[in-house]
Antibody
């Protein structure tokens, strides 16, 4: 059974930093691109960042480029999102998400974690 | 950026009746080299993460009931629930993955009439 478990969310002041982690199990983690998708309270879905299966290709939405860093450790089946210079508009539930196709980065998402809430407020 | 527009924003349908959600993209999401439409549908119930229902516009994800179907090509797509069940109450999102930035529709809230 595929499981994605996020951690690291919480309350942070504007301008602060936070590191999200996602522990993956139940599939060959090193064979799939992984993504972060966020959802502001009561709002829709926004794709934040993607990383290819080997970490060699990375994408960021313009809204987080230069502030967020995605990474992965295939030896530990872990995905990370380092967030800095956080703003109020970054407040959201952040989901760790698995790509639907092996190896190729497609950016459709077949498994989602339960999410971790990041609140940016003073 | 490709803008995804869903209609209607909300929908109330009687149990066992058909429900239809539409999604229109501002540009074609059809890739002729592999004959695929880069369009997915998700279902999100309150307090839960989204769940993939349909990808490549019409391929049903494993385990999704066959009352859910996707159709369309190019810029116009439809999610159909052939016989609405109580457990189908949710918000439904379409998503294009043809090009970055990946974009979602604004969501359609489906309720029981």
């Amino acid at each position: 059974e595929v499981q994605l478990v996020e951690s690291g969310g919480g309350l942070v002041q504007p301008g602060g930093s936070l590191r999200l982690s996602c522990s993956a199990s139940g599939f060959t983690f090193s064979s799939y691109a992984m993504h972060w998708v966020r959802q502001a309270p009561g709002k829709g879905l926004e794709h934040v960042s993607s990383i290819s299966s080997n970490g060699g290709s990375i994408y960021y939405a313009d809204s987080v480029k230069g502030r967020f860093t995605i990474s992965r450790d295939n030896s530990k089946n872990m995905l990370y999102l380092q967030m800095s210079s956080l703003r109020a508009e970054d407040t959201a539930v952040y989901y760790c998400v698995k790509d639907i196709v092996v190896v190729v980065v497609v950016r459709a998402f077949d498994y989602w974690g339960q999410g971790t809430l990041v609140t940016v407020s003073s | 950026d490709i803008v995804m527009t869903q209609s209607p924003d909300s929908l109330a349908v009687s149990l066992d009746e058909r429900a239809t959600v539409n999604c229109k993209s501002s540009q074609s999401v059809f890739y002729s080299s592999n004959n695929k439409n880069y369009l997915a549908w998700y279902q999100q119930k309150p307090g839960q993460p989204p769940k993939l229902l349909i990808y490549w516009a019409s391929t049903r994800e494993s385990g999704v009931p066959d009352r859910f179907s996707g159709s369309g090509s190019g810029t116009d797509f439809t999610l159909t629930i052939s016989s609405l069940q109580a457990e189908d109450v949710a918000v439904y999102y379409c998503q294009q993955y043809y090009s970055t930035p990946i974009t979602f529709g604004q969501g359609t809230r489906l309720e029981i009439k």
